[in-house]
């Protein structure tokens, strides 16, 4: 059991769980019931990330930004490129009350798993 003091972080969901609650699963259904939340840099997101995701880099979500609208009121999959930044993020938002949890293995395992990666002009990207 958990003292009342100590932080707990929040839960961890691998790609394909992480396609599934957002809508991207290989069969093309586009509901789901979570926004995917891709915390990487501009430059990351511009070069590739996952179609409908909304962006909000973990540089600026530290210094206290708000949520996007997209993602106000939905529980959030938090993803960046590898886990780690993504871990942070979710720990944040959950201290800000949020429903977060982050996507183990990040957009490398997103991209490796053949799920769809969009440049910023709406082209296939790549995992910066």
Do not use: F, K, Y
Not at 55 to 82: E, F, T
Request: proline residues 8%; aromatic residues 2%; glycine residues 12%.
């Amino acid at each position: 059991m958990n003292a009342p003091h100590q932080r707990r972080l929040p839960g961890r969901v691998g790609v394909p769980e992480a396609a599934a609650r957002t809508g991207h699963t290989p069969a093309g259904d586009a509901h789901g019931d979570a926004v995917l939340l891709d915390v990487r840099e501009l430059h990351e997101w511009q070069a590739g990330h996952a179609p409908r995701a909304v962006h909000l880099p973990l540089s600026a979500l530290a210094a206290g930004a708000p949520l996007p609208d997209a993602a106000r009121g939905a529980p959030l999959i938090v993803i960046c490129r590898s886990g780690n930044r993504s871990r942070q993020a979710a720990a944040l938002l959950a201290e800000r009350g949020a429903d977060a949890v982050d996507v183990t293995g990040g957009m490398r395992d997103w991209a490796d798993a053949g799920l769809p990666v969009v440049d910023a002009h709406g082209r296939d990207g790549s995992v910066s």
